[in-house]
């Protein structure tokens, strides 16, 4: 059972394109944090948010941490084809485990 | 943030084998944590790696099928025991920071296949 939910699964978008991935849970997170997966790589980590409503920009990324720490999202805009990859949350809760989303595979085209 | 790496990257193993997986940290590390991955989906929590003591499995993994060697700071091992082809993934192994977020840090990960 996933905890943590998030959507689209898939994205296939063109280059200079704008997109928005969610993950959502039923629990709250004391943090929360966004991962981005290439084949044959480990995931890496691209930021960590921990204060209900907090907004963090990473270049063309912004992630948004939702009031109620229950939610999240990651908008990028003017995609480029260096995005292409699997995306994924990971909360934490009471400071404990981590505990990661679905996924989101996006693919950018030139 | 650490450097991880993990020994082997890849294998394939015979159905009923066992393999083990190394995973080693350039710093010592308090938290260390093994994963499961299907390709191109999410990660599953396999169980904490604890030093001094025995491992927290999450549900469904046992210590029987995933034994786990925690020996100090910097190393860690996860052994597939018995294995059949569902077995077949990619394990990961991860460390928490110690620093003003527990964020964590990942290996490359070790693709298996069993057939």
């Known amino acids: 059972t996933q905890l943590l939910e998030q959507s689209p699964q898939f994205l296939s978008i063109q280059e200079g394109e704008n997109l928005t991935v969610y993950c959502n849970s039923s629990s709250v997170f004391s943090s929360l944090q966004w991962y981005r997966q290439e084949p044959g790589e480990g995931p890496v980590l691209l930021v960590t948010v921990v204060t209900g409503g907090e907004v963090k920009k990473l270049k063309r990324l912004t992630f948004q941490f939702g009031d109620a720490r229950k939610d999240s999202s990651l908008h990028i805009t003017a995609a480029q084809p260096g995005d292409t990859g699997l995306y994924l949350c990971?909360?934490?809760?009471?400071?404990?485990?981590?505990?990661f989303g679905s996924g989101t595979k996006l693919n950018v085209k030139p | 943030s650490a450097v991880i790496s993990q020994k082997p990257s890849r294998d394939i193993c015979q159905r009923g084998t066992s393999l083990t997986i190394q995973c080693q940290v350039d710093s010592q590390v308090t938290m260390m944590f093994w994963y499961r991955q299907q390709p191109g989906q999410s990660l599953t929590l396999i169980a904490t790696?604890?030093?001094?003591?025995?491992?927290?499995?999450e549900s469904g993994f046992v210590i029987d099928k995933f034994p786990i060697s925690r020996p100090n700071l910097t190393f860690s091992t996860l052994t597939v025991s018995n294995m059949s082809p569902e077995d077949s993934s990619i394990y990961l192994c991860?460390?928490?920071?110690?620093?003003?977020?527990?964020?964590?840090?990942f290996g490359p990960g070790t693709r298996l296949t069993v057939l």
């Open positions: 991860s460390v928490e920071s110690s620093g003003e977020y527990n964020e964590q840090f």
């Open positions: 990971a909360g934490q809760y009471n400071f404990n485990k981590f505990y």
């Open positions: 790696a604890n030093q001094g003591s025995e491992a927290t499995y």
